[in-house]
């Protein structure tokens, strides 16, 4: 295989998954949800501070990201 198209290949990948990020935080505040408060986060706010950790989004996202790379694997083939 020529690696020039292997590099070309990713780099159109790369650069779709890039147009999808910056759609997604363009017109993210119009989606019906908000990506970074999801119910499950868990948010605590005491006197002294406060501690917030994405749970929900992280696993919202990690589906996201493996079925993009499922996809990504199953077209390569």
């Known amino acids: 295989m ?3 198209r292997e590099i070309g290949k990713l780099l159109l ?3 779709v998954v890039l147009i999808g ?3 997604l ?3 993210g505040v119009r989606l019906p949800f908000r990506l970074g408060r999801l119910p499950g986060d ?3 706010s005491g006197r ?3 501690f917030y950790f ?3 989004t992280c696993l919202v996202v990690s589906a996201a990201l493996t079925l993009v ?3 990504v694997n199953f077209l390569r083939r």
């Open 2 to 4: 020529d690696p020039l």
């Open 13 to 15: 990948v790369a650069g």
């Open 21 to 23: 990020a910056g759609a």
């Open 25 to 27: 935080l363009v017109f």
């Open 42 to 44: 868990i948010a605590y």
């Open 48 to 50: 002294h501070g406060s």
């Open 54 to 56: 994405p749970i929900v």
């Open 69 to 71: 790379f499922w996809v």
